[in-house]
Structure formats: structure tokens, C-alpha cells
């Protein structure tokens, strides 16, 4: 593409930096980098979908008494499983105080008691460091306090604008996207001097998930397919403990639960993660999963129990969200067991940033979920994503607004506009049908290789989909990612952390590094020293 040509949509559609998401990366981003630049910010559905709202837990930092960013440090390394980057995870704890303070100042309300940040104890975290809202709705407190701010800062917001391709000019530099309006169809584009990605993760691919409907992987695909490295897609977290009840939503029943004294137990009444682990309700997330996978699959059971009788009556109180989502399904935390399974919920991997963010496409920045800054290594630590994306959000923004050049924006020609349909034919349901499917059973839990090529193989059938409508176009995105997904886990031959191989379940020295995956390029292992 031509970037001297004439730009299509006039200066109305041209900006200093594009930030596409609205989740907690994004909105963040677009709050640092409003006071020096012309910004928009771009979602696909409305202000607030995305995975950051239903966080419950909260957002871990060293900011309590008793604590330090070196007992942190060492509690995010230790559940990396040997593949965090460590000048990653020092920038993550060290800056994590400052960016709670900003998140204050900026209106957060956390939970506090007599004047003092109130702070949650969780599985692998030695220390109670985890600051809350609303109880067990710090996703929402944040999102909404974000939400407001932002549209008081001069941010030009396009809601229901979904970004379908990077375009990248003749010298290779990211200089803005395409993007189809979700609910006419018609296509469009904007043009940026630097394009922040923080689109978020895709752990909705999976048949039984934790996550909305957004969370599709939109952002790996989009990245990857403009010229970005991509690693460490074969990690993906499954959460231990979702609501496992017939036709109800896998809601997450959080960590900070069994932080608080609840137990996991199995038909029998007895607690099993004690024997996978000394720690067991608070070991890591990986070995929580992995122990009731394998109990689930041991006894044929669909379910074991968390049982929250231990936290007394005041559970409610404390757990607000938790206690009215299972009422809904008539289950009263005070009194009854809650059923759970583990449940698809985040994606470690994603777009190669570097500590501000940078991509390997210039031009083009991630943060969030989408991005693989490395702090999270194979798995990561309860409550550590909400302040990736505040730290990385943050610095991205920073660093996208020094790339900016003296010269204007650059400009680009669109191709005609199109009017999309909305709607797509059965053929197309049927292959997401089948890929939710196919991901759940093939790249779940516990892998094995024929699953994984399946799996693979529905994903390749998915993404030749040539179907001219949003849901297609949204087909061969998710499909993109979810080959990726199952061509790296096929590749990583070791159990690690979250990626578990039934035919390999150990771990192994060859694997210690980051599987990393270019289009043109292919694919590599960066050893780590
Ligand atoms: C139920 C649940 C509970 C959680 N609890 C916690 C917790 O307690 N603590 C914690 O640290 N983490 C928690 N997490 C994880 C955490 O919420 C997420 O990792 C984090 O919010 C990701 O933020 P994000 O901004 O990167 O992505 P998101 O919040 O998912 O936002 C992504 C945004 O990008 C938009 N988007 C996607 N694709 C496109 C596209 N093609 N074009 C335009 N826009 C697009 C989406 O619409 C959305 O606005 C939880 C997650 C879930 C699902």
C-alpha cells in the first residue's frame, strides 16, 4: 500500500495514536498518552466489554506493610515455571505502586478500612497483596472509574468498530487499521502515527470459558498477519474453579475464596489438591487445574466442590458477586457446595513487546492481554494481569507518543468503502461450533498430539472460510489464532506450567525459552540464558 497516497477519510480519521481496545490496556493507554497527543480509541463493542470488567479478585501489588517488591519478584519468577522475563517482572513490581496511587487518583474507589488499602491474600502469593473494589468487583470499579475519565479527556471514541487489518506501508511501519462498523457492516479506516494494540486475549475460543464474548484473539491474529512476532501461544491458563452447572455460564469462582479459608473438595468430602501439593487450595493455578483435571477424569465426575463454609456468614458481604451469581442457580454460598471445573480463562502468550511495549512491527505497540511482555512466563500469578496491563498500558503509551515523528500523520488510501453483512450463514456457525469444540478437546487442559492436530486442522478448515460477512471475517481471525495456538503447543514438546502433554509430562532443559512464531520468518525457540 502506498503511504503518500491520498488518505481517504480526511483528517477526521487521522490521528497522533490509535489505541484499539477498551478494556483496562487500552483505556489506560489512551488516559496516558490524551494530555500530549491526538487520540482515538477504537472497541468493537461497547465502552465496556471486555474481560476487564469481570475481574473480581483484584490487582496485585508489594504496597502493604510487611511486603516488598522483591518477595513479589520472587512469588511471580516462582510460579513462571522457569520462563518469566526477569527485567519484565521487575519493571512489573516495581512500578505496580505507582500505577495503583494513578488508578486512585484517577477516581478508583478500593476497598479500604480505616484509611488503609485493605489487601487479599491468594494462591502462590506469600504475602496479602491483592487491592480490591466492591469486594470481588475490582474489574468493574476500575472499568467504570476508566470509562468516565476517559470520555472526559478529549479521547475521540468509536464504539462498535471492530479492527479487521493492520496496514503497514512500503517501508514496513504500522501506520494505522481497517476496521468494519459492528453494527452497519460498512468498512473503514483510520490512520496513526503509532497504533497501541490492546484488543485483549482469547480464551473465549474455548468451549467451556471464563471469558465474554470479545475475547476472541483478534489481536494476535491482526498482529501476525502484518509482519509481528508472536510467542508463548502454547500457554494458556485454564482457571480451576469455574461454576460447572448445566447450561449456566462458566462464572469464575475467584482465588480469593480459597485465599480466605475456602476449600476444594471432591463427591467424597475430601480434600485431594492437598495431595498433588503441600499448599493445596493456594498452590499455583497450574497445579490447582492440572489436580482437578485429573480427578475429574479419575472418578468421571463433571464436577468437584469449592466449599465456602469456612468463611462463615459474612462470605456474601465479602464475595458479593460470587454469592448472587450462585444464588441465581439456587446455591447459597453459606450453606452449599459450589460445583467447579477448570475453565479456559487467560492467554499468556500473545504479540513479542518489549518493556515499553514495542512490537517488532514498527509503528505498532501492545499491552494488556494481547501482548506477551513476559512477566507471566508459563503461568502466571493470580491477580498479576490487571497490573501488567496498568504498567505496560502506561509505558506504551509513553513510548508510542516518543516514535511520533515531527511530520504529520501518515496518510493512506481506503479501498472502497464496503457494507458488510451482519449475519452469517449456517456453514459459518457450524465452524465456529466446531472450533469451540475442537480447541476444548484437543488444546485444553491436558494435551496430546492427536488432539492437538485436530484441533489444528479445524482451525485451518476455519480460516479458509471465504464467506463475505462480519461473522466470517471474525471466523478467520479466531481461526488464525487458534492454529497458532495449537501449532505451538504441538511444537513445545515438555509439560510447563499451564501447557500440559499427557504423552510428555515432564518438563525439559531443550524447552527452556520462548516458542516464537513469524509469518515469513517461521518459527524459533529463544533459549533462555
Ligand atoms: C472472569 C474473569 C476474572 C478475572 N479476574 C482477574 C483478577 O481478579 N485479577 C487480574 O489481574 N486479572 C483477572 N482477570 C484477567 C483480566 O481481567 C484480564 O487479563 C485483563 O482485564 C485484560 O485487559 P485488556 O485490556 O488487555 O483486555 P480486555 O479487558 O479483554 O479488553 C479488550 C478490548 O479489546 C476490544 N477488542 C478486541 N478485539 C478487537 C478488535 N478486533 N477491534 C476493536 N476492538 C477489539 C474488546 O472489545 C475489549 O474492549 C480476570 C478475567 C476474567 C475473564
Redesign the pocket.
Given at each position: 500500500m502506498n503511504a503518500q497516497a491520498a488518505h481517504a477519510g480526511g483528517r477526521g480519521n487521522q490521528f497522533d495514536v490509535l489505541v484499539?481496545?477498551?478494556?483496562?490496556?487500552?483505556?489506560?493507554a489512551a488516559l496516558t498518552a490524551a494530555p500530549r497527543a491526538r487520540v482515538a480509541l477504537?472497541?468493537?463493542?461497547?465502552?465496556?466489554?471486555?474481560?476487564?470488567?469481570?475481574?473480581?479478585?483484584?490487582?496485585?501489588a508489594a504496597v502493604g506493610a510487611g511486603d516488598s517488591v522483591e518477595l513479589h519478584y520472587r512469588d511471580t519468577i516462582d510460579a513462571g515455571r522457569g520462563l518469566c522475563h526477569p527485567d519484565a517482572v521487575r519493571v512489573l513490581v516495581e512500578e505496580g505502586g505507582a500505577r495503583v496511587r494513578e488508578l486512585l487518583d484517577w477516581g478508583v474507589t478500593f476497598d479500604t478500612q480505616d484509611g488503609e488499602l485493605l489487601l487479599a491474600r491468594?494462591a502462590a502469593h506469600s504475602r496479602a497483596r491483592?487491592v480490591?473494589a466492591r469486594g470481588?468487583g475490582?474489574?468493574l470499579e476500575i472499568?467504570s472509574a476508566l470509562i468516565s475519565r476517559v470520555r472526559r479527556s478529549g479521547v475521540t471514541i468509536k464504539e462498535h468498530?471492530?479492527?479487521?487489518r493492520l496496514v503497514v506501508d512500503d517501508g514496513g511501519r504500522c501506520i494505522g487499521?481497517e476496521?468494519v462498523d459492528t453494527q452497519l457492516g460498512t468498512t473503514g479506516c483510520v490512520a496513526a502515527g503509532a497504533v497501541v494494540l490492546?484488543?485483549?486475549?482469547a480464551?473465549r475460543l474455548w468451549r467451556n470459558?471464563?471469558?465474554?464474548e470479545?475475547?476472541?484473539?483478534?489481536?494476535v491474529a491482526?498482529a501476525y498477519d502484518a509482519g509481528a512476532e508472536v510467542r508463548g501461544l502454547e500457554f494458556v491458563q485454564f482457571?480451576p474453579t469455574?461454576l460447572a452447572l448445566e447450561g449456566a455460564p462458566r462464572?469464575?469462582i475467584?482465588?480469593?475464596v480459597r485465599g480466605e479459608g475456602a476449600l476444594i473438595v471432591n463427591e467424597r468430602g475430601k480434600r485431594f489438591v492437598l495431595d498433588a501439593h503441600p499448599a493445596g487450595e493456594l498452590a499455583g493455578r497450574d497445579v490447582v487445574a492440572r489436580a482437578i483435571w485429573e480427578e475429574l477424569q479419575r472418578t468421571g465426575a463433571p464436577c468437584v466442590y469449592i466449599d465456602c463454609r469456612p468463611l462463615g456468614p459474612t462470605a456474601p458481604l465479602r464475595f458479593p458477586a460470587i454469592a448472587h451469581a450462585c444464588v441465581q442457580f439456587g446455591i447459597d454460598i453459606t450453606r452449599d457446595l459450589v460445583p467447579v471445573a477448570p475453565a479456559a480463562?487467560?492467554?499468556i502468550g500473545g504479540v513479542s513487546a518489549d518493556l515499553d511495549g514495542a512490537t517488532t512491527l514498527p509503528g505498532l505497540f501492545a499491552?494488556?492481554?494481547?501482548?506477551s511482555s513476559g512477566v507471566h512466563g508459563a503461568n502466571?500469578l493470580?491477580?498479576?494481569?490487571?497490573?501488567?496491563?496498568a504498567v505496560f498500558?502506561h509505558r506504551a503509551a509513553g513510548a508510542a507518543i516518543n516514535s511520533l515523528g515531527e511530520a504529520e500523520p501518515p496518510r493512506f488510501a481506503a479501498g472502497a468503502a464496503e457494507r458488510l453483512p451482519l449475519r452469517g450463514s449456517a456453514e459459518v456457525r457450524r465452524l465456529w461450533s466446531d472450533l469451540h469444540d475442537s480447541l476444548w478437546s484437543g488444546a485444553g487442559v491436558v494435551r496430546k498430539p492427536g488432539g492437538l492436530r485436530l484441533a489444528l486442522a479445524t482451525a485451518t478448515a476455519a480460516a479458509g472460510c471465504a464467506e463475505p460477512s462480519l461473522p466470517a471475517v471474525?471466523l478467520r481471525?479466531a481461526a488464525r489464532t487458534a492454529g497458532l495456538v495449537c501449532s505451538a503447543a504441538l511444537a513445545r514438546e515438555e509439560s510447563r506450567g499451564c501447557h500440559l502433554r499427557s504423552d510428555l509430562p515432564q518438563s525439559s532443559d531443550q524447552w527452556h525459552g520462548d516458542y516464537v512464531m513469524h509469518k515469513e520468518r517461521g518459527a524459533r525457540l529463544d533459549r533462555h540464558l
Open positions: 484499539v481496545g477498551s478494556g483496562i490496556a487500552g483505556l489506560y477504537l472497541t468493537k463493542g461497547a465502552l465496556d466489554d471486555g474481560c476487564s470488567r469481570y475481574a473480581q479478585g483484584g490487582m496485585a491468594e491483592i480490591h470481588d475490582t474489574g472499568e468498530t471492530e479492527v479487521v487499521v476496521t490492546a484488543s485483549g486475549g480464551s470459558s471464563t471469558n465474554p470479545s475475547a476472541t484473539g483478534d489481536g491482526l482457571h469455574a462464572f469464575l475467584s482465588e480469593a480463562h487467560y492467554m499491552c494488556g492481554e494481547v501482548a502466571r493470580a491477580s498479576n494481569s490487571l497490573l501488567e496491563s498500558a471474525r481471525a
